[in-house]
């Protein structure tokens, strides 16, 4: 139970941070609490990532993610852009932000998972991260991660 509660409230609070602001694609959501987890060492087992196409990927995470927008705490979009490629868009709902208020402000539980700390690195990240190009994103993680850059897809 307390390894699923953290790993769900990992993209909650990551959506919710920069007032919400949305997070544009899957592969950037990936990289951005990839970079969460990486900057948070108590948080190394909330997932496993592994080099994939496009970089760091955790299968686990995309579940998850599709879980919360099923259970109403994330907006999943998309819309079709270039030769038939998609493009997701994800947004905290009310019931996602009231959800991640609620562990916050739960002393125990903040206190034991450090959901402020996490907040505070999700502010930094996707304050960092969610206007960058995916090219410069995937650059700047395979140069700082050279491990998960093996498989990739992405020609520089």
């Given at each position: 139970?307390?390894?699923?509660?953290?790993?769900?409230?990992?993209?909650?609070?990551?959506?919710?941070?920069?007032?919400?602001q949305s997070v544009e694609g899957r592969t950037r959501?990936?990289?951005?609490?990839?970079?969460?987890?990486?900057?948070?060492?108590?948080?190394?087992?909330?997932?496993?990532?592994?080099?994939?196409?496009?970089?760091?990927?955790?299968?686990?995470?995309?579940?998850?993610?599709?879980?919360?927008?099923?259970?109403?705490?994330?907006?999943?979009?998309?819309?079709?852009?270039?030769?038939?490629?998609?493009?997701?868009?994800?947004?905290?709902?009310?019931?996602?932000?009231?959800?991640?208020?609620?562990?916050?402000?739960?002393?125990?539980?903040?206190?034991?998972?450090?959901?402020?700390?996490?907040?505070?690195l999700a502010e930094e990240i996707k304050s960092e991260?969610?206007?960058?190009?995916?090219?410069?994103?995937?650059?700047?993680?395979?140069?700082?991660?050279?491990?998960?850059?093996?498989?990739?897809?992405?020609?520089?």
């Open positions: 139970m307390t390894e699923l509660l953290l790993r769900q409230t990992l993209p909650l609070i990551l959506t919710l941070a920069n007032n919400g959501f990936q990289k951005m609490i990839f970079l969460l987890i990486e900057r948070a060492p108590f948080l190394k087992d909330a997932y496993d990532f592994a080099p994939q196409d496009y970089g760091p990927f955790a299968p686990e995470l995309q579940s998850d993610i599709d879980d919360l927008i099923k259970e109403n705490f994330l907006k999943g979009s998309y819309k079709t852009i270039e030769e038939g490629k998609i493009k997701y868009e994800y947004t905290i709902t009310n019931k996602g932000a009231s959800f991640v208020k609620e562990v916050l402000e739960n002393k125990q539980l903040n206190k034991k998972f450090r959901f402020s700390k996490i907040m505070e991260v969610n206007t960058k190009s995916l090219s410069a994103l995937l650059l700047e993680i395979y140069q700082k991660y050279p491990d998960f850059a093996r498989f990739s897809r992405y020609q520089f």
